[in-house]
């Protein structure tokens, strides 16, 4: 969710996501756009109405600081749908999407043209289980878009000895005297956030070898936990991610949106993907 004259995007953690977008804007041979009909959507967005004890304070928030905040892992923003009149058992949720949302499909759907497989490479997550070391991957490689993730969370690791083999330097800092414990992360790997690519150099009985790569260390760690590893896609590269696939916020009315979070966007260097 978003606006048009602002930089800050509004990311939801429900399923309201997937309610579908209608409006009378637009006819198609003489029909109401969408499927709900002459009347419109039946619902629309607002800011949660006191239910949620964030939101008053955080509309008052600078974006700089909103940013901060989110970046430290907090919250503080909700909405909520509301019927703009009686709503019937099994009746479709609309709301609207926004006038310039509605544009861009429309261009989107006009330009777009269908692909082939060799346009782009992708193998879903849900097809591969297994966690593969460096050498079962010279004969059965993972896909171009998967690797495996590790998490590290400890900067002041220091290495304890020089690896005995010559193939493990490589500019690796080596570690071998941490309990295992120590890297088995506190909510699961899958929930946790420092996490880095690495590779699996062997595989032992409940531990394996594993080198991490951060964005300034390297690290080779003797006896890492085997539930703290786990497979992800590399950036940009999910179906998501496919070149030409139709992205916009859906937009947040302007007489709700505060005007402390207006900016001017620099559209021209935006990328597009169309």
Not at 76 to 86: C, F, H, K, T, W
Not at 161 to 187: A, L, Q, R, S
Not at 249 to 266: H, L, N
Request: with cysteine; hydrophobic share 30%; aromatic share 12%.
């Amino acid at each position: 969710f978003g606006h048009m004259n602002s930089k800050l995007l509004v990311c939801p953690q429900s399923a309201a996501i997937n309610i579908n977008h209608c409006s009378t804007r637009t006819r198609n041979n003489g029909e109401e756009y969408g499927s709900c009909g002459p009347d419109g959507p039946n619902a629309k967005l607002k800011w949660a109405s006191g239910w949620d004890p964030d939101t008053e304070d955080w509309l008052k928030m600078s974006i700089n600081l909103i940013t901060d905040l989110t970046a430290e892992g907090s919250r503080g923003l909700s909405m909520e749908i509301v019927a703009l009149r009686d709503i019937q058992p099994g009746e479709e949720i609309f709301i609207d999407y926004g006038k310039n949302w509605e544009k861009a499909w429309e261009t989107h759907v006009e330009k777009w043209v269908p692909y082939t497989p060799d346009d782009y490479i992708y193998e879903p997550l849900k097809s591969i289980s297994d966690i593969r070391t460096l050498s079962e991957q010279e004969t059965n490689p993972y896909p171009e878009n998967i690797q495996t993730i590790c998490y590290f969370d400890y900067e002041d690791v220091k290495p304890s000895v020089e690896p005995e083999d010559e193939d493990m330097d490589d500019g690796y800092e080596y570690v071998d005297e941490m309990d295992g414990e120590e890297f088995i992360t506190k909510y699961g790997i899958e929930r946790e956030k420092s996490v880095y690519p690495c590779e699996i150099v062997d595989r032992f009985s409940t531990t394996y070898s594993v080198r991490i790569i951060q964005t300034k260390r390297k690290v080779y760690i003797a006896d890492y936990p085997m539930e703290s590893v786990t497979l992800r896609m590399k950036r940009y590269t999910s179906d998501q991610d496919l070149y030409g696939s139709f992205r916009h916020f859906i937009e947040i009315d302007d007489d709700i949106f505060p005007e402390e979070w207006k900016t001017e966007p620099d559209w021209e260097n935006i990328i597009s993907y169309e």
